[in-house]
């Protein structure tokens, strides 16, 4: 508490320039959301880098790297699964969901601070730890593990299956084991914020979108990490405590016959990491449509589309996202009714997806009176994100049908469908926050000039290097392949098409120094942000003036997207404000 | 374009099924492709038209925005569109995996292991053998472990290419020894895990002779990119005098199988 005027001070919107204090182990929230973004961070450097070089190995198997030489098959699926690892993990489950929510959530729901501050520093610090555990991985001898981010048994189980399967594969299970409580930890103290700690008049129905979005994700981390802790530990069992979870009977590697007589099941590896992993993709994505729907409001300066529905729509996503993991495993040797079954949760799950896209579009092009749309750099993200989640989301429901899986599974097909609508459109959320918010976190904004220039070779990038894999998926290219030169040669015809691929991954790389060259920037020089730069309703932009008084609340009057302008709005003579905060009293008592 | 995408992206087909999934697949290709269209001309059309404000005095201001045309109706739409799509394509599912293969069909096993595919024939006696972990010794000449004890195994022919006489449909059974593998014949149309544990079946008519890779599409290991083999198919005649030729080579041993 005698922490709160240092922190109204130094970290409110209306503040005097400048970054907040940084002190390391706070346990202030917003301190925190810093701190996990600048992790995220890194991850995203480490896990792009890590992606180029992939992506010249596989266009290039004989080159000749420096101080490495040529890089050997196992390297390639080394890089692979910690790219996916780094990426899925610690970039676009920290980012959007611990990042942003420990950014803003307190402020947006009125509250003073997190419910378990502690707790949730704690969160922050086992997640680094997690990372530091999984890049340890690099350097013991044999390397990373190889077997994927999904680490399918029995070549995630046997040190003998492969490079980088002994202690690089006990590091990262060792690591994920830490990164589910870390998660976990951080979700019990997001999810009792929501419920508990929101301030008076902040009813359900009245919390913004993202709000809402960090609810229903933090519920998924409850239910489905969990799990994934299981299988983790199920899995370091087999490795070394000599239990058959995972392994058959039978089971003969390297020419010789495994001593151990379990009759397990690599199939309940299969189950339990997908049931953990579909619900994933909606954590990493739910809060980039919470996000993109309040930032679309904003700039278009109308209330969004059918809230209601947009709430409906957030949790029927996070219910069917948990019912939904079959069909990663259509032609891994289910019951083919199961594979029914499974495509018709999926598709279902398609008819919330498409009613959000639809309200997107309708807040667009809805006809009421309203001012011009605002292209800030926020907003091009946000648009951005539409279209990568419309591009990336169509394809889900080809995917979704095990006649057609039944060629595709595992082809680029896919590797171009989780690219865009989980990585890319992931990413566009997660640069759209951090330009909305940057004031937030330094008092100033970020430069709108490169912040265009960024968006705009990102966007083109993006399409450019995801877009030709669907070409490659169709032809028959499986995923995983360090080169395209086989026995049987019938993928070497795609080679121009993957050179083009590599090209454009470089290119989209390098514009990211664009956005890094922006915060740094930006952070000295960048123009300072006035107390509430984007006009916002939502109240991580009110003034924290209330939080100095020890005794003060926090009170809500309205919804969260009161956008527009008054009644005889005229565009030649632009009204004062065209919005209300949700602070803002109402003009006659209710 | 449905044409073009074929001779341009989908490798040659040559299974019964093919052409009925390749229709499939470009139907949904086709739809989508629209529909994605759609979405980002209105996507563009909506930043476009909104540079613009809209004036209160201007006649589109009194008409309101309709959530029934702008949100049920499209939703409905959508919801009809993958209701359709669903039930069209498990049609094809059920007639591939629901239903097994013809009594007459071919057996055929095929056994994943670190980096190799290898093919089991059943011999003339119709019947495979039984196989055991503990004598699996590729280097011995036994890389699937065939139990010599066995009689029915005497006959079985084991082959590192795949060989199957064109228009008989073939059942065939998948295994791993080791890790998870992916069997996969794009020319086939036909993918499924060969997972250590489970003995798996698919079955499928090749119908258009000619040579075909088959991939692994299951990371397995550092060797993965190049767990290829090769899918002969030939006329009936020819794959006859290939078999026979096979059981001939094999004789001498199958007369001391029977013997010990």
Known sequence: MSDMPRIARGAGPASTPGAPRLRLFSTHHRVLGIEYLLLSLLAVALGTLLSLVMRIRLVAPDWHWPLVGVLPPESYLALVTMHGTLMIFFVLTIAPLSGFANLVLPEQIGARHMAFPRLNAASFWLTLLSLVVLLAAFVVRGGAPISGWTSYPPLSALAGAGPGQALGMDLWLVSLGIFCIASWLGAVNLLVTILYERCPGMRLMRMPLTVWAWLVASVLVLISFSVLLAALLMLLCDRHAGTSFFLPAGEVLNGVALARSGDGSPLLWLHLFWFFGHPEVYIAILPGMGLTSSLLANFTRRPILGYPLMVATTLAIGALGLVVWGHHMFVSGINPYAGTAFALTTMAIAVPSAAKVLSWLGTLLGRQRRAPLRLTTPMLFALGFVSLFITGGLTGPILAQPALDSYLHNTFFVVAHFHLIMGMAGAFSIFAGVYYWFPLMSGRLLSERLGRWHFLLTFVGAYATFFPMHFAGLAGEPRHYAQLTGTTSSLAGLLPLQRGITWAAMVLATAQLLFLANLVVSLRRGRLAPANPWQATTLEWAPLTWQLLPTAERHVYRGPYEYGPAKGYCRMEPAQADFKMQCDEPAEPE | ?260
Request: proline share 8%; charged share 15%.
């Open chain 2, 1 to 260: 374009m449905p044409a073009s995408l074929r001779t341009g992206w989908l490798p040659p087909d040559g299974s019964l099924h093919g052409p009925q999934l390749d229709r499939l697949l470009e139907s949904n290709l086709a739809v989508l492709l629209a529909l994605l269209l759609l979405a980002q001309l209105l996507l563009l059309y909506g930043v476009l038209r909104s540079r613009r404000g809209v004036d209160a005095a201007h006649p589109a201001v009194e008409a309101r925005t309709s959530a029934w045309r702008t949100e049920t109706l499209p939703l409905l739409l959508c919801c009809l569109l993958f209701a359709a799509m669903a039930i069209s394509s498990q049609r094809l599912w059920a007639a591939l995996r629901y239903q097994g293969p013809a009594p007459g069909a071919m057996q055929v096993e095929a056994v994943g292991v670190q980096f190799q595919w290898y093919f089991r024939y059943p011999g003339p006696d119709g019947r495979f053998g039984f196989v055991r972990p503990a004598l699996v010794n590729a280097a011995a000449g036994n890389p699937l472990g065939l139990d010599p004890n066995d009689r029915r195994s005497g006959d079985d022919i084991v082959s590192s290419v795949l060989v199957l006489p064109a228009g008989r449909e073939v059942d065939l059974r998948l295994r791993a020894h080791d890790v998870i593998h992916g069997f996969f014949i794009p020319g086939m149309r036909l993918k499924q895990n060969a997972v250590p544990g489970l003995l798996l079946h698919v079955h499928f008519t090749p119908v258009v002779g000619g040579t075909y890779p088959i991939l692994c599409t299951q990371v397995c290991g550092s060797g993965h990119a190049r767990m290829q083999a090769v899918l002969h198919v030939v006329p009936p005649g020819e794959f006859a005098t290939w078999l026979a030729g096979r059981e001939r080579a094999l004789t001498p041993a199958a007369e001391e199988g029977a013997r010990q």
